[in-house]
């Protein structure tokens, strides 16, 4: 019988990690560099239109994580994960080629169908390998491994960009990372399915009975008040991803200067859930949860009232910090209210909401932003998270 633990499968569980940093790193040589191809080479203005790639990308990774979690069991995660490298190949060729809009806009299409099979199978598979008791950790260090490598990677093409222009030195990283993570997920990771047979014989919960979608999202009460959350997560780091570069290059920091500033908060988001995902093992999530939206809504207010580059590097920090908090929280709350042999299945549904929340948040922020100001819109999603923070106080139950 195959055993689970971290320490049992120690080996295919760090290449996990590895594979997933690779994940992380193809998101994160978009991270600072696009919104400025797209104001400077496309000459493209309004700010709907310029983080229309974010909503074109968000679109895809919902529907791939959705088909993700509902084909798990089905395909094999293995299978799954290769397929998802496969899409990702292309990406940073075209970034480099483009010369209309709209490849960019393809090409984000591809970047999301590739990160919802890619990161979606490292998650799941880590979860199967850990067992019960080592879910949060596990998670920790899968979104550990990814946002470390979205900053340092967006930090390292925005440096590239400084000293050598946007196009192409930048994206060459990203070929090599593609096929570094096509090689390893064909020859060295192995499929997690016996794990998950081995778990269900030992799990007391029955599976649900009727449709998972409508219990997920709606029926079972933790579970849709985690789903909300995961939603307006990501629906304000689609405003921070979309806007910020626009918003700091307004207010005078240099590219250099901007990608640092946008690193950090990924990089702590990474570090921390090293630690967090560890405690989302032992203490109550729902207060986890509500501490970690309620500070990310805080942070974003104090955002639009910064000023200089002192402020924005300390709340990229504390922004960071209340992604850590609620991120392997997220997942390890949805891992433990569902059946193992249902589980990928919640967690691509749960997925499916949280990366909606990048097409919803890019789509209202630019609206927002074309209407009113970059100011009002970051007060307003600010205000959206802190109402997030309120339905998980009043929906969740303890635990």
Request: glycine share 10%; net charge positive.
């Amino acid at each position: 019988m195959t055993e689970l633990g971290l320490k049992q499968n120690l080996k295919q569980f760090i290449l996990l990690v590895i594979c997933n940093g690779f994940v992380g790193a193809m998101i994160g040589m978009e991270r600072t560099i696009i919104p400025r191809i797209a104001e400077g080479e496309f000459q493209i203005e309004a700010k709907t239109a310029i983080i229309s790639f974010i909503i074109v990308f968000g679109i895809a990774k919902a529907i791939s994580n959705y088909f993700s979690g509902a084909l798990a069991n089905r395909v094999g995660r293995k299978n799954l994960l290769s397929l998802g490298w496969l899409f990702a190949i292309p990406v940073p060729i075209i970034l480099i080629y483009a010369d209309h809009w709209n490849w960019i806009i393809a090409c984000n299409i591809l970047l999301g169908i590739s990160q919802g099979l890619t990161w979606s199978s490292t998650l799941v598979m880590k979860i199967d390998l850990a067992g019960e008791k080592s879910r949060g950790m596990a998670v920790g260090w899968n979104e550990f491994a990814g946002y470390t490598s979205v900053g340092l990677m967006a930090f390292a093409t925005a440096y590239i960009a400084q000293q050598y222009g946007l196009r192409p030195y930048p994206f060459y990283a990203g070929i090599v990372v593609a096929i570094l993570g096509l090689l390893m997920s064909i020859f060295l990771i192995k499929d997690t399915a016996a794990h998950v047979k081995n778990e269900a014989t030992l799990s007391e919960k029955e599976p649900e009975k009727g449709s998972v979608f409508l219990h997920t999202t709606f029926i079972n009460k933790d579970l849709s008040a985690v789903t909300q959350a995961g939603l307006v997560n990501n629906f304000n780091d689609a405003m921070v991803w979309g806007l910020f570069p626009i918003y700091l290059a307004i207010k005078g920091f240099s590219l250099s200067e901007l990608g640092i500033i946008l690193a950090v908060y990924p990089i702590v988001w990474g570090l921390g859930q090293l630690i967090t995902g560890k405690a989302a093992d032992k203490l109550d999530k729902k207060k986890m949860l509500v501490l970690g939206m309620l500070l990310q809504a805080i942070i974003l207010v104090i955002f639009a009232n910064a000023a200089t580059y002192t402020h924005f590097i300390i709340l990229s920090v504390f922004f960071g910090i209340g992604k850590a908090i609620v991120y392997p929280t997220f997942l390890a709350a949805v891992a433990e209210r569902s059946h193992p042999i249902q589980r990928a299945e919640s967690l691509g549904i749960w997925r499916f909401w949280r990366d909606g929340g990048y097409a919803i948040g890019a789509f209202a922020s630019g609206i927002l932003a074309d209407n009113f100001s970059i100011t009002t819109t970051i007060m307003a999603v600010g205000g959206l998270t802190l109402l997030s923070s309120f339905i998980i106080q009043i929906r969740m139950k303890k635990g």
